[in-house]
């Protein structure tokens, strides 16, 4: 099977990412302008139920099936990959099954008890048939990324969008008719079907690359699979005690939003708009840059593991600040763009800028949300996946907390909701590094830390300039556009000649290979 290097991986996942999140833009807004903002709020309402149900089911174990997979393909033993990937298949389709008819069964008290929105009921069961498939296709993706093979993964995400984009205008459309409650099913039909045709790919890639027979003695290999079920367990138990936190907590936001506003003094209605605009229009846009920090977790959790099965500990700290520089190298920018531009772009996207102090609050502190998802995932290549869970753990205690205390004060409504949520993404990011600091010694050196700042305040500059420069371009779409490329080309020259990325990493592109 064909590898590929850390930065090769990354790129790959970085590329499928930029490509899906383009697409999911596009998709929102189609969504938005569709079913407006409660439309938006009653689809966002479904959709922590949904992943939450899809973290109980995967049980942690991708993550730990990528882990266990590279340390096994580091020392070539193929026998001990088989087996864990048929521990991990009976594992996730045990609970799949049971999962979904839970998930089925108590749809009706979600929606009415504790989202109490009774219309979010139909989009929930319309994307109940969504867990098992993502259950099977995480499986094969973890091998991949075991295997640091990571363009069936990218394909496969790709696939997904499109089949999405393709339907949810024709789906959300035709049953808008019915009420807004039944085009949010249309938009979750959509997602389903996307999902099943990225799992029919990537079960047909897995068929042809897989370098051993799956099923052939198939009983033997999993009597015989104690052990490795107890070595995937140990890293699959923190790993899914982390996701199931963010699961609960994203899963219990939407309610205690809910209550806490109508304690306030909002109706219904007034405060499914609220989180409507606060998760469906900014949200997406400050998560924007994520995709490339994903990738970069993705890539790192094999890199990391294969690097520690040889003991190459120099390895492990240079690629955790390679993670950290390009994390740094994807987010500064777009938190410059979202801190000057929010009301532009809000405006040329959803022709609603009423969000717009939200971005402008919120982008400067998600800065550190982009540190964090390749923190975690050097934490669970280190066999620290305990302490991200903890971590995780404390940061959505105290989010609730702030939530709860300061969303049901009428003078800050949502926006106690916006203060709780960068409350807990910097506390998060912040006890990740600390662990890092005290378990491996894991240092950001000053010239980096420099260089970062100094980047940061020469691009705010520009764009501040740009932005006094031409005030009326933000009003038109092509001045506009002019005014980001500018921007991107400068960050790019700065970027480069600052050296946040080095030669050695770019002689690993086919491009600059001479």
Same mark, same amino acid.
């Given at each position: 099977m064909t590898k590929q290097t850390f930065i090769q991986g990354t790129l790959i996942l970085i590329a499928a990412g930029m490509i899906t999140r383009f697409l999911g833009f596009i998709n929102r807004i189609i969504v938005a302008r569709i079913m407006g903002a409660e439309g938006i709020g009653l689809y966002m309402m479904a959709l922590p139920t949904?992943?939450?149900?899809?973290?109980?089911?995967?049980?942690?174990?991708?993550?730990?099936?990528?882990?266990?997979?590279?340390?096994?393909?580091?020392?070539?033993?193929?026998?001990?990959?088989?087996?864990?990937?048929?521990?991990?298949?009976?594992?996730?389709?045990?609970?799949?099954?049971?999962?979904?008819?839970?998930?089925?069964?108590?749809?009706?008290?979600?929606?009415?008890?504790?989202?109490?929105?009774?219309?979010?009921?139909?989009?929930?069961?319309?994307?109940?048939?969504?867990?098992?498939?993502?259950?099977?296709?995480?499986?094969?993706?973890?091998?991949?990324?075991?295997?640091?093979?990571?363009?069936?993964?990218?394909?496969?995400?790709?696939?997904?969008?499109?089949?999405?984009?393709?339907?949810?205008?024709?789906?959300?459309?035709?049953?808008?008719?019915?009420?807004?409650?039944?085009?949010?099913?249309?938009?979750?039909?959509?997602?389903?079907?996307?999902?099943?045709?990225?799992?029919i790919y990537i079960v047909h890639h897995f068929k042809i690359k897989k370098s051993f027979k799956l099923l052939k003695n198939i009983s033997r290999?999993?009597?015989?699979?104690?052990?490795?079920?107890?070595?995937?367990?140990?890293?699959?138990?923190?790993?899914? /005690?982390?996701?199931?936190?963010?699961?609960?907590?994203?899963? +219990?936001? @939407?309610?205690?939003?809910? &209550? *806490? =506003?109508?304690? #306030?003094?909002?109706?219904?209605?007034?405060?499914?708009?609220?989180? /409507?605009?606060?998760?469906?229009?900014?949200?997406?846009?400050? +998560?924007? @840059?994520?995709?490339?920090? &994903? *990738? =970069?977790?993705? #890539?790192?959790?094999?890199?990391?593991?294969?690097?520690?099965?040889?003991?190459?500990?120099?390895?492990?700290?240079y690629r955790i600040h390679q993670a950290i520089r390009f994390s740094f190298a994807s987010g500064a920018l777009a938190t410059v763009i979202l801190f000057l531009f929010a009301e532009p772009i809000l405006t040329f996207m959803y022709n609603d800028a009423d969000a717009a102090y939200f971005v402008t609050f919120m982008a400067p502190f998600f800065l550190m949300l982009y540190f964090q998802s390749p923190l975690q995932a050097a934490l669970q290549s280190l066999d620290l996946a305990k302490q991200a869970m903890y971590n995780s753990i404390i940061g959505s205690i105290v989010k609730f907390v702030v939530l709860i205390f300061l969303s049901s004060n009428p003078q800050f409504g949502i926006t106690g909701v916006v203060i709780s949520i960068v409350t807990s993404v910097v506390l998060v990011t912040m006890l990740h590094f600390a662990v890092l600091w005290k378990e491996i010694s894991l240092r950001l050196p000053l010239v980096d830390a420099g260089r970062m700042i100094l980047l940061t305040v020469l691009i705010l500059i520009l764009g501040k300039y740009l932005q006094q420069l031409m005030p009326w371009a933000t009003e038109r779409l092509i001045p506009f556009g002019l005014i980001l490329l500018i921007l991107v080309i400068a960050y790019l020259a700065l970027l480069i000649s600052m050296q946040f990325i080095t030669r050695e990493e770019l002689s690993q592109l086919p491009f600059f290979k001479k």
């Open positions: 949904l992943f939450l149900m899809i973290t109980l089911t995967q049980f942690g174990l991708p993550v730990a099936i990528s882990k266990r997979v590279a340390e096994a393909d580091a020392k070539g033993d193929r026998k001990k990959i088989k087996k864990i990937l048929l521990v991990s298949f009976a594992v996730t389709l045990t609970l799949s099954l049971i999962f979904t008819v839970g998930f089925v069964s108590l749809s009706p008290v979600i929606a009415n008890y504790l989202l109490t929105d009774e219309r979010a009921l139909y989009p929930l069961l319309a994307i109940s048939p969504i867990v098992p498939i993502v259950a099977v296709s995480a499986v094969i993706r973890g091998y991949f990324q075991g295997m640091q093979n990571m363009k069936p993964q990218a394909i496969s995400q790709v696939i997904e969008q499109l089949v999405r984009i393709t339907l949810v205008a024709i789906l959300t459309k035709s049953l808008l008719p019915y009420g807004i409650e039944f085009a949010a099913s249309g938009a979750m039909i959509s997602v389903v079907i996307g999902e099943l045709c990225a799992l290999s999993v009597k015989k699979g104690k052990q490795t079920l107890q070595e995937l367990f140990s890293i699959a138990v923190p790993t899914v /005690g982390s996701r199931l936190v963010g699961s609960v907590t994203y899963f +219990l936001e @939407p309610i205690l939003v809910a &209550q *806490s =506003l109508a304690i #306030a003094g909002f109706s219904v209605a007034a405060s499914t708009k609220l989180y /409507g605009e606060l998760t469906g229009y900014v949200m997406p846009l400050l +998560l924007l @840059p994520t995709f490339i920090t &994903q *990738s =970069l977790s993705t #890539a790192l959790i094999p890199s990391i593991s294969e690097a520690g099965a040889k003991n190459q500990t120099k390895l492990i700290h």
